[in-house]
């Protein structure tokens, strides 16, 4: 299984970004999927996670209103949309796969599979 980011890059605050992520190797229509992120000097952080079987969604409190996850179980990819981008958005952001629960989890330990990472960095 390999996850793939792209669509990161420089934005000024207040921006947009949209960046991506395509699997392969199994289908994503059955799986969990998340996106975390880590600026440097800071632990790895939840972002936000897409369920399989009724598309919810969670999101850590920091982006609620601005970032939307949404999923494309045809294309076997996710999308992550960044609005109102801030500085403190800036890090490396990372897609994931849970294989296994059902309900949407915010610990990394439950994402098996993990993208390269993408970075986003966003002046101020």
């Known amino acids: 299984v390999q996850l793939q980011a792209s669509g990161g890059g420089l934005v000024q605050a207040g921006g947009s970004l949209r960046v991506s992520c395509t699997v392969s190797?199994?289908?994503?229509?059955?799986?969990?999927m998340g996106w975390f992120r880590q600026a440097p000097g800071k632990e790895r952080e939840f972002v936000g996670a897409i369920g399989w079987i009724d598309n919810s969604t969670s999101y850590t409190d920091s982006v609620k209103g601005r970032f939307t996850i949404s999923r494309d179980d045809k294309k076997n990819t996710m999308a992550l949309q960044m609005n109102s981008l801030k500085p403190e958005d800036t890090a490396v952001y990372y897609c994931?796969?849970?294989?296994?629960?059902?309900?949407?989890?915010?610990?990394?330990?439950?994402?098996?599979?993990w993208g390269q990472g993408t970075q986003v960095t966003v002046s101020s």
């Open positions: 994931a796969l849970d294989p296994l629960m059902i309900t949407l989890e915010t610990d990394p330990i439950h994402f098996k599979y």
């Open positions: 190797g199994r289908t994503i229509s059955s799986v969990n």
